[in-house]
């Protein structure tokens, strides 16, 4: 990912600017904290491989000596707009802003965090958490009623509140008043009309990725939480409410307001979308809520003679010549002629090859080849053989099939390689890697 965004900032400005590299420093955070989430949400997991000390506690450190020297006046009236809602008439008027309901609270986060000294005192950060949940609370029910049609919205503006009292319901009308007023709504005909709780449910599963995150950080920076491990899968609501907990926010899971007309804020943030232009191109935005699944392999048959004969036989697509040494991609089910066979079909395979290589899993590449049961780790022009997935009765490897034995699935070694490609940690299962030519 690293070398990734390197490499993009790289073609595109030769000179990168301050807020373009800040934005990279936070991307490498964001990274690390997403796929600890990832592993930690993966049931099919193996402890074994990712029992080790996590680095995010110095590279936080790294990031947050850097991070000062790219700031300017922006993290001070971003606090200002979040905090309070408004917009700081500093701000020069030529400067766009993302409107703050189409933030990555995430993000902004991370951003407040670096902009502070390093490792504020504990309290803090939970009032910096707070005002950011408030405001992730408020995307989600935007989002909820941005999909209404305009007959939804208009029953909903009608609900009967306590205003004396600041509740979701509250929200729920206020929201759904002002959209409705600016014909800010889902172009969709059918009514349902969702009651309370099932809104509430909405809104908790929206909030779910920020208050893991949130989570993660304390857990790094200050206080350890014991039982959110991998290979430990836990009901998402069970998960949730625990994580709220563990931050020991204000109002359990709903806003706390350190300001006295906290509707005020809200309709200023909700100015800040409705005064753009472009409302299909913004709902499109709003409605593409990212749902992230964990990377899976194929789903390999248990017997091997069954693997054997869906990619044997297989022909070039290109030349249509048969493909004598076929190689199962993992993560992409494709079966390909390797590259650097004496025996390969033609220069299309070729350019095809490399490019996979590059595409499918970002320069790394994990296959089995099917004449000889081996499996083939690659990593740009590194490469290896790892044991085989296939044991027989005895648990015991046919390398090259020379005897002749039935194979069958070994989950615990599956187990063990997916867990280490997930968790970017192959070069812990690795010893060596070879840039010799493919020997077969």
């Not at 194929?298 to 010549?321: A, K």
């Not at 994990?366 to 085989?388: C, D």
């Amino acid at each position: 990912m690293v070398d990734k965004n390197y490499r993009t900032i790289d073609k595109q400005i030769k000179q990168p600017s301050d807020d373009i590299l800040a934005l990279f420093l936070i991307s490498i955070l964001r990274f690390n904290l997403e796929n600890d989430i990832l592993i930690r949400d993966t049931p099919f997991i193996d402890s074994t491989i990712i029992n080790r000390k996590s680095c995010f506690r110095e590279l936080f450190y790294i990031c947050n000596l850097k991070y000062p020297y790219l700031l300017n006046h922006s993290h001070i009236l971003l606090w200002h707009r979040i905090a309070t809602g408004h917009m700081n008439t500093k701000l020069n008027n030529n400067e766009q802003t993302v409107p703050l309901l189409l933030s990555d609270s995430a993000v902004l986060l991370l951003r407040i965090m670096l902009s502070l000294p390093y490792l504020i005192t504990k309290e803090l950060y939970r009032v910096i958490v707070q005002v950011l949940f408030n405001l992730t609370y408020i995307q989600a029910l935007f989002t909820i009623i941005s999909e209404m049609n305009k007959t939804e919205q208009e029953i909903w503006s009608r609900i009967s509140t306590d205003k004396t009292k600041n509740t979701m319901s509250e929200y729920l009308r206020m929201i759904s008043s002002k959209l409705f007023q600016s014909n800010f709504n889902s172009n969709i005909d059918n009514t349902k009309i969702s009651s309370l709780e099932s809104i509430n449910a909405l809104i908790r599963e929206r909030c779910g990725n920020f208050i893991k995150i949130a989570a993660l950080i304390q857990h790094y920076l200050y206080q350890s939480i014991t039982w959110w491990i991998p290979d430990h899968h836990l009901h998402f609501d069970h998960l949730s409410k625990n994580l709220i907990n563990e931050l020991q926010l204000y109002n359990n899971d709903e806003p706390y307001w350190f300001s006295n007309d906290s509707l005020l804020i809200i309709n200023n943030w909700l100015d800040e979308v409705l005064i753009l232009d472009k409302q299909q191109s913004i709902l499109k935005i709003i409605h593409a809520i990212p749902v992230f699944h964990s990377p899976q392999f194929i789903e390999l048959p248990t017997c091997y003679s069954d693997l054997f004969r869906s990619c044997n036989h297989r022909r070039c697509s290109y030349c249509q010549e048969l493909i004598i040494e076929p190689i199962l991609c993992l993560i992409c089910g494709i079966v390909y002629s390797q590259e650097r066979t004496k025996k390969q079909c033609c220069d299309q395979q070729t350019r095809f090859n490399q490019e996979h290589l590059l595409l499918c899993s970002g320069n790394l590449n994990i296959s089995i080849n099917i004449n000889s049961t081996k499996t083939l780790i690659q990593r740009e022009k590194r490469y290896t053989y790892w044991i085989s997935l296939y044991l027989d009765q005895h648990g015991e490897e046919d390398l090259n099939l020379r005897r002749g034995r039935i194979l069958y699935l070994d989950k615990n070694r599956l187990k063990l390689l997916y867990s280490a490609w997930i968790s970017s940690n192959l070069d812990q299962l690795i010893n060596r890697w070879s840039t010799d030519p493919f020997d077969f």
